[in-house]
């Protein structure tokens, strides 16, 4: 029941229970973003153990600036941030340079590279979830994505200043990703706004 | 060049690894974390057991114990607000208990516009030292603030205007590297406890060089604004061997340290 109660809290309803000394709060955090935090830092050029470490680390570093975390601001980012920060560090103090093309990108394996099918599928899912999004926003993430273009040359092609292409570029992507993960707050949040 | 957000959609697009020139823009750039959170989300799961991960950080976490631990879990405004009282309270003490000698003929507003940069570096160069990660500072502000530091008290024993009453080598009878010997003494023996709790209050698992470098030429401004209420002796040459050098001996010191303690993992 307990494990229940923790499942349907929000990132930072845990953190303030964790504040207050509720462990298994922590836990539950550690399950929702070890495996994200351990895909993100798949990106550059860590062994598998170093990224265990830093996902270790960054946890600990979590744990460290516990007292830091005002509950008006967002978990996710704080803890991304974090991750960032340490394989900077990480990355500086052993000063490697990229090697080698990876096989974990949006474009080319998002489907999983050694399966065509699946491939598809997620091509699709990208297409269905594009689809979705408010047309200002699926415009601005074609535009940028796809097609390649800055935020500048947006801006101008569709007549908007660049700061408001910034804008509806980061809520495009992180649509994007509520669809990828929740479907149903998306759709949720989508009829509200349309709602509204 | 600095890392852009095309950069980013680039690496993304072109199954490249980032760099880590990447990591201080994707740190702070919300439109590029969305980007590589949503190529991670949808990217297949990883094989790595989150329970396994999890007993490994609970055991990091039970090492947690102790004073120290307890000092760097603290607010990052009561961390910061700890390390300037080990900075200043020597100055403090200094300055009402032991004033130098030539103290009531010293120009005072020089006194205060030294004591004012002092104090603001000490101030600004521990917020910056003590940055949590979730907050990062660039690497450049990093830099500027260490060099400043270390350049700030060259530049105040360089131009100290010199009090009717001042002494000399000479006068106090010493040896210039003598008399200088003792002032870097009793500066580096001042700043150590603020150079300590500052380590201390950092919460780095593996001190970065950089923190050690700023840490350093921290302890340098304190030992400086210590002896700034302590000596007497206005020869230009004592000042450079024996106020200026402090934060070079502990750039020196603890820079040794760190690079021995990275050599030995």
């Not at chain 2, 300037?84 to 006194?111: C, E, H, K, M, N």
Request: net charge neutral.
């Amino acid at each position: 029941l307990r494990d229940n109660l923790q499942a349907v809290l929000s990132d930072e309803q845990l953190m303030t229970a964790y504040q207050a000394g509720d462990k298994a709060a922590f836990d539950e955090i550690f399950r929702r973003y070890a495996q994200l935090l351990t895909r993100l830092l798949r990106r550059f050029t860590l062994t598998q153990d170093e990224i265990s470490d830093l996902v270790q680390q960054t946890f600990l570093q979590l744990h460290r600036a516990r007292m830091d975390f005002l509950p008006s601001s967002e978990l996710r980012p704080w803890l991304l941030t974090i991750a960032f920060n340490l394989a900077r560090d990480k990355l500086r103090s052993d000063r490697r340079k990229p090697e080698s093309p990876i096989d974990s990108t949006l474009e080319a394996t998002l489907p999983g590279a050694a399966d065509g099918f699946r491939r598809y599928e997620m091509r699709r899912d990208l297409g269905l979830a594009l689809a979705e999004l408010p047309t200002e926003q699926q415009e601005v993430v074609r535009l940028h994505y796809e097609e390649e273009l800055t935020f500048e040359e947006i801006g101008e092609r569709i007549g908007v200043n660049a700061g408001a292409i910034r804008v509806r570029a980061h809520r495009g992507y992180a649509n994007l990703r509520k669809w990828f993960t929740n479907k149903d707050e998306f759709r949720e949040e989508s009829a509200d706004r349309r709602a509204r | 060049m600095a890392w852009s957000c095309d950069d980013t959609r680039r690496a993304l697009r072109h199954s490249t690894e980032f760099p880590v020139e990447s990591l201080e823009h994707l740190a702070t750039c919300n439109i590029c974390q969305e980007m590589t959170e949503l190529a991670a989300d949808v990217s297949p799961s990883v094989s790595s057991s989150v329970d396994a991960e999890m007993i490994k950080t609970r055991a990091r976490l039970d090492e947690e114990r102790g004073f120290v631990a307890w000092l760097r879990s603290r607010s990052s405004r009561v961390r910061s607000i700890g390390a300037g009282v080990f900075a200043l309270t020597p100055v403090i003490l200094q300055l009402i208990f032991a004033r130098r000698s030539d103290f009531s003929s010293y120009p005072v507003t020089w006194f205060i516009a030294f004591a004012l940069a002092y104090f603001a570096l000490v101030v600004w160069a521990g917020f910056v030292a003590l940055s949590p990660l979730y907050r990062p500072i660039s690497l450049r502000q990093f830099l500027t603030t260490t060099l400043l530091s270390l350049i700030l008290p060259w530049v105040i024993v360089s131009f100290e205007p010199v009090p009717d009453n001042h002494q000399t080598n000479v006068e106090l009878n010493l040896g210039i590297l003598h008399s200088a010997w003792l002032c870097l003494r009793y500066g580096l023996a001042l700043a150590l406890p603020a150079v300590v709790a500052l380590w201390w209050f950092d919460r780095s698992e593996v001190k970065p060089l950089r923190f050690g470098l700023l840490v350093g030429a921290w302890g340098g401004i304190v030992g400086n604004f210590v002896l700034l209420f302590h000596c007497p002796n206005e020869a230009q040459l004592h000042q450079w061997l024996g106020h200026a050098t402090i934060g070079i001996v502990y750039v020196l010191v603890i820079g040794f340290v760190i690079i021995k303690g990275r050599k030995s993992r």
